[in-house]
């Protein structure tokens, strides 16, 4: 068979079923076996979709994603998709057309130099330079991508390698010297982690996305529940703990909850679990959990003692060390005593409980997201795009369930929470899936519109509409003295008729109540929906400024308190650093 045709039996061989793509000249000789395939390939309109659609369907499906791009500009165009899959341990196979291999090096027409673009944004990248090579290097791609700590793997594929022939045979061995993850934590580092653990008294557990990848959320509840700890989670972290639970205390870090945050400040033990403590988590690393011992259990060696220096380093699979940590755990005869620490923190958490209603129009974003969740269940999928919107979801859209809140965390790409809404649909079709974009990253693939149309993909698009970057405007009033330089997106489009252009029903919601009903109805409709909601731009959150400890919270913090009848009220404070 070609070359061409072993790529598509290696991509089967691997239970690939479905692709997202888009075609170009040194792509011809694969795209010509496609089309006599039952490979499913959705046509996307533009590269970038390609990627993050890949990374949502990995996300809400713990497979291996796979996107294809041609070369040069559709090669460049995926670089986006593949570093935020990079950032956030997502697992994609990117398949990337080349010019022909005799051409390389030529700068030919649409020749760019993918190996050398993506080696620091990918885990691996392949490059084939005769046919035989296909199908051991895809074996080799879905493995890689897929074990260990989990991200993309790049497939630079020449035309002339694409169309030559080669002897197929049954099976491919890999070969990969030096790749064995460590999935085993070491059981005296473990010995060592279960004593500490049982001698402190204010024990705090900080979930991050590597629990979500190895599967590891209910051996995470037990070690919670066992020991008494609380539970904060990074970004990715968001759906590894029920967050409906007593002991969640929602994310930590500079746009944290004030829980997690001062939580994590006053506990004398920090169990982190699959997290590699971005400068997002830590604040000012000198002040992050100054009077705790630090335990650390990743995958990836890399990652321990990069950012912060930790007391106990256990290098392993979550799942396998938590497990065994908590049989450590129970072999200690004398359990330490947090009660008083867990009434410290509920009761820390009770009066800090964020006001979510508002009869304001324009809309409060925590009244929107409010009525999301009254729409939604906790089986629905949703994912967000990257600024304001993305915060105020991870602060109050309460998720109960892993791969049920996708987010970019470490690249923060805008622009990522529509299209990998549609992979996740594709991934998920028997589930609801729901993408919460802002007004700005939105525009950036709006396009991508004709692909949910096109294919009948019915996810619903939720526009916080606030006619600003509000991420960047928030930095802007709170540190810049309100000089809103180029942040205001102005008054177009009108989303309602550019959905309608692509033949998508849209709908545009401007007051208290309508979003529950028209989210409820577009779920319901089964059809490709966006809702345009006009949300008030004023509105900012509190967060912690760069260089700054996790308790030096700057911006509006709107608490609700209790009153001895039973009544509850509200105060508005003004929290900064020293209050």
Not at 148 to 171: A, C, I, S, T
Not at 430 to 438: P, Q, S
Not at 541 to 554: I, K
Request: aromatic share 6%; hydrophobic share 40%; net charge negative.
């Amino acid at each position: 068979m070609r070359g061409s045709e072993a790529l598509i039996k290696s991509l089967k061989d691997q239970g690939v079923n479905v692709v997202f793509g888009y075609p170009g000249g040194v792509l011809l000789p694969l795209y010509d076996v496609i089309y006599d395939s039952d490979l499913r390939h959705i046509l996307v309109r533009h590269e970038q979709c390609a990627a993050h659609a890949a990374d949502g369907y990995a996300r809400a499906s713990g497979k291996v994603g796979v996107c294809i791009g041609t070369s040069g500009p559709g090669a460049t165009n995926l670089v986006t998709g593949i570093a935020t899959a990079y950032m956030d341990s997502s697992p994609i196979v990117a398949i990337a057309g080349q010019v022909a291999t005799g051409l390389i090096g030529n700068d030919a027409f649409q020749e760019v130099d993918t190996i050398g673009m993506t080696m620091p944004i990918s885990k691996h990248n392949y490059q084939p330079m005769i046919p035989q090579e296909i199908p051991g290097i895809i074996k080799s791609a879905f493995f890689i991508a897929g074990t260990g700590r989990p991200g993309p793997v790049v497939v630079d594929l020449p035309k002339d390698v694409q169309e030559q022939e080669l002897d197929m045979e049954n099976e491919s061995k890999i070969e990969l010297p030096g790749y064995k993850p460590t999935r085993k934590g070491h059981p005296l580092q473990i010995k060592k982690a279960a004593n500490l653990i049982v001698n402190s008294k204010k024990p705090v557990i900080l979930a991050g996305g590597g629990v979500i990848l190895s599967g590891s959320s209910q051996e995470l509840l037990k070690l919670s529940e066992m020991i008494n700890a609380p539970v904060v989670t990074t970004l990715l972290g968001k759906g590894s703990f029920p967050e409906d639970h007593p002991f969640s205390l929602g994310m930590l870090g500079m746009h944290g909850t004030k829980p997690s945050n001062y939580m994590v400040d006053e506990c004398d033990c920090l169990i982190a679990i699959g997290c590699r403590f971005s400068d997002r988590t830590t604040g000012n690393v000198a002040e992050f959990a100054k009077n705790a011992k630090i335990i650390h259990i990743d995958i990836d060696p890399a990652e321990i003692g990069k950012n912060v220096d930790v007391d106990i380093p256990i290098v392993g699979d979550a799942k396998i060390t938590v497990t065994s940590l908590i049989k450590a755990i129970n072999q200690i005869n004398t359990p330490g005593n947090t009660d008083e620490w867990i009434r410290h923190v509920q009761n820390f958490k009770r009066s800090s409980i964020p006001r979510t209603s508002f009869d304001d129009v324009p809309l409060k974003p925590q009244q929107v997201i409010k009525e999301i969740m009254q729409a939604t269940d906790e089986e629905t999928i949703i994912t967000t795009d990257v600024g304001l919107n993305q915060m105020w979801m991870a602060h109050y859209f309460k998720t109960k369930h892993p791969r049920s809140f996708l987010s970019s965390g470490g690249l923060g790409t805008m622009g990522f929470g529509f299209p990998a809404a549609m992979g996740a649909k594709v991934a998920k079709p028997e589930r609801d899936v729901v993408a919460v974009c802002g007004d700005g990253g939105f525009l950036m693939v709006s396009q991508d519109l004709a692909t949910v149309k096109e294919y009948d993909i019915p996810v619903v698009i939720c526009i916080l509409d606030n006619r600003y970057l509000g991420m960047v405007a928030q930095w802007q009033k709170l540190f810049y003295e309100k000089r809103l330089s180029h942040t205001h997106l102005g008054e177009v489009p009108d989303f309602v008729k550019l959905a309608e252009a692509f033949g998508v029903a849209a709908h545009r919601v401007e007051k208290p109540g309508e979003v529950r009903e028209t989210l409820k109805n577009a779920i319901n409709s089964g059809e490709p929906t966006l809702i345009d909601i006009t949300i008030d731009p004023e509105e900012i959150l509190p967060m912690v400024p760069p260089g700054c400890g996790l308790t030096e919270m700057v911006g509006k913090y709107k608490i609700e308190i209790e009153s001895a009848d039973g009544v509850p009220y509200y105060r508005n404070a003004e929290e900064r650093a020293g209050d």
